[in-house]
């Protein structure tokens, strides 16, 4: 064999191994995805190739449903080819799946640091791309824990007890730029979790209160019947916590996604027909700490921020300019335990405040319901308690902040107070009548 036919066997050779011949899902070592072509998912519904968002001529490299209007993951969402037709993925050197440019520069990569040579890539009947060990066929990296702007079924959204790790969704910066954008969302709060959305990585924005096994009690638009088939599942053994959406019908796809806006976009499919697209509505209530501390948001009344009875505004000028930032302050020190005035021994006691959405900073307990009442009030940090079947026990010491009454949903949220001033307002109450 002299060395033309050497080349000539491995030229052979290597584009039969180029080849998408026998499954059109999966990338070995050696082969690889150029624009336009894509991998097909096993059932057909889902495609990983290169796509142009709308008004862009740039190109990414990201995972749809149907079509790329449906985009549910995207890869190099900071570093886009800029050149139409030269993306190419494939398994690098090193066991990473990569997205290259025409200069072979790599644009982005799993980055998985164990090397795991002869690894494959798969793109999975959920939607899901995952990286295989190629000895042993463990998945060492996959999309669905690293995803972009959106939500789709059998995605594990949490949060890890042990490490601090969570899965964060990422906003694009607008319609045609999927770069990071400006908002994202995390599932925090183990214990009791509930979904937090961030201004900016730091800045909390919103938050859907906690989570009761049904339904988040402080996002009443967000009806069971949209959480159907959600569930929270508490994984003990490696100390995950995460809301993952199960398919009740083989027929129903729905993707749920953070628009540039910070807002959630929820889509529903059924028989590949898109049946709903609908934009979940906030009003400034929604908005993290709208009314500060101890104050109470309520949308339909006006001024839209009140102080909780038993507190008065900290500053009166600002609260009466419509400046709610610096909240409100206690007007009668509670007593906490018993307090002898003369003969007569009072107590604090609560106030019931009806449809509420609680506060941030929740404290578990695992007391009963008719013991939540008596743990408040025998803790003389503690400055309020609700009580959720489905939670159980909710305590607040500190501020509280993000408090909101709603017209329908919510729970009762009782505020400590001094009897004192209980008596005050049943009076008030009676004569309300
Ligand atoms: C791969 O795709 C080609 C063309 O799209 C098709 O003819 C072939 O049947 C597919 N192979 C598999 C295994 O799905
Ligand atoms: C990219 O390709 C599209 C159509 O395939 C074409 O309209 C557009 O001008 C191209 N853009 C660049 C930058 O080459
Ligand atoms: C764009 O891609 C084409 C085809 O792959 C290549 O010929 C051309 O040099 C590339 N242009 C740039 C600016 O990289
Ligand atoms: C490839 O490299 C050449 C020369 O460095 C550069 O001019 C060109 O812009 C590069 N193309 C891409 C797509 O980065
Ligand atoms: C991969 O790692 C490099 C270097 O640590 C980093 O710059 C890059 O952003 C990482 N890429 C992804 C997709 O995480
Ligand atoms: C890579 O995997 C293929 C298929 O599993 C196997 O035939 C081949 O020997 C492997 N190569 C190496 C270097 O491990
Ligand atoms: C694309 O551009 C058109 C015309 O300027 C505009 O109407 C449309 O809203 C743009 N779409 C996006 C997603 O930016
Ligand atoms: C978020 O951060 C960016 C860059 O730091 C800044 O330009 C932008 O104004 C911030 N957005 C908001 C709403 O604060
Ligand atoms: C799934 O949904 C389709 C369309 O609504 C319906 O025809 C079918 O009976 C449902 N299947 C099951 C098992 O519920
Ligand atoms: C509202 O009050 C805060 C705290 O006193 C102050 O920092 C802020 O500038 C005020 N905002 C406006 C719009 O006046
Ligand atoms: C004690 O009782 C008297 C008479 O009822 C009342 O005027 C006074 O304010 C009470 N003091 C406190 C600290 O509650
Ligand atoms: C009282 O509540 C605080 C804050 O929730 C907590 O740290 C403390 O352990 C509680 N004290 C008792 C005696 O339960």
Same mark, same amino acid.
């Given at each position: ?28 070592? +050696? /082969?690889? !995805? ?6 097909? &998912?096993?059932?057909? %519904?889902? $495609?990983?190739? @290169? ?85 042993? +066929? /463990?998945? !060492? ?6 995803? &972009?702007?959106?939500? %789709?079924? $059998?995605?594990? @959204? ?276």
């Amino acid at each position: 064999m002299d060395f033309t036919s050497v080349t000539l066997a491995f030229i052979i050779v290597c584009c039969f191994r180029q080849g998408l011949s026998t499954a059109n899902d999966t990338i070995t070592s +050696g /082969q690889f !995805i150029r624009d336009p072509h894509t991998l097909i &998912s096993a059932n057909s %519904v889902f $495609k990983l190739g @290169f796509f142009s968002p709308q008004n862009s001529s740039y190109r990414y490299l990201g995972i749809w449903y149907l079509s790329d209007s449906n985009i549910i993951w995207v890869g190099n969402r900071n570093q886009p080819l800029t050149n139409n037709s030269s993306g190419q993925v494939q398994i690098s050197i090193d066991g990473n799946l990569v997205v290259l440019d025409s200069n072979k520069t790599v644009l982005w990569s799993s980055n998985v640091t164990r090397i795991a040579a002869n690894s494959t890539a798969k793109l999975l009947e959920t939607g899901n791309l995952v990286l295989l060990d190629g000895a042993t +066929g /463990q998945t !060492i990296w996959e999309s669905f824990q690293h995803p &972009s702007h959106a939500l %789709v079924p $059998k995605m594990k @959204f949490g949060t890890n007890k042990r490490t601090g790790e969570k899965v964060r969704i990422t906003s694009w910066r607008s319609p045609s730029d999927p770069s990071v954008g400006y908002y994202s969302v995390t599932l925090e709060k183990p214990n009791t979790p509930e979904m937090f959305f961030w201004l900016n990585e730091t800045r909390p924005y919103h938050r859907s209160g906690p989570w009761n096994n049904q339904i988040f009690i402080g996002s009443p638009e967000m009806s069971p019947g949209y959480l159907n088939g959600w569930n929270m599942i508490n994984d003990i053994e490696d100390g995950t916590v995460y809301l993952s959406y199960n398919l009740l019908n083989q027929s129903y796809f729905g993707i749920m996604s953070l628009n540039p806006q910070g807002q959630i976009v929820c889509s529903w499919w059924i028989n590949e027909k898109l049946v709903q697209r609908m934009v979940v509505q906030r009003t400034p209530c929604d908005l993290y700490g709208y009314c500060g501390a101890f104050g109470t948001c309520n949308f339909q009344s006006s001024p839209i921020c009140s102080c909780l009875s038993g507190y008065k505004p900290k500053i009166v000028e600002e609260w009466h300019r419509k400046n709610w930032t610096s909240g409100c302050v206690r007007s009668e020190p509670l007593y906490c335990g018993e307090h002898t005035n003369g003969s007569e021994v009072s107590k604090d006691a609560f106030l019931k405040l009806e449809n509420m959405k609680v506060p941030d900073f929740v404290h578990w307990s695992d007391s009963l319901e008719d013991e939540c009442s008596a743990e408040c009030l025998e803790n003389c940090s503690c400055v309020a308690y609700a009580y959720d079947s489905g939670i159980g026990c909710m305590v607040w010491s500190g501020d509280l902040i993000d408090i909101q009454k709603f017209s329908s949903g919510g729970v009762d949220l009782y505020i400590r107070v001094p009897h004192s001033e209980l008596g005050t307002f049943l009076f008030v109450l009676l004569l309300s009548r």
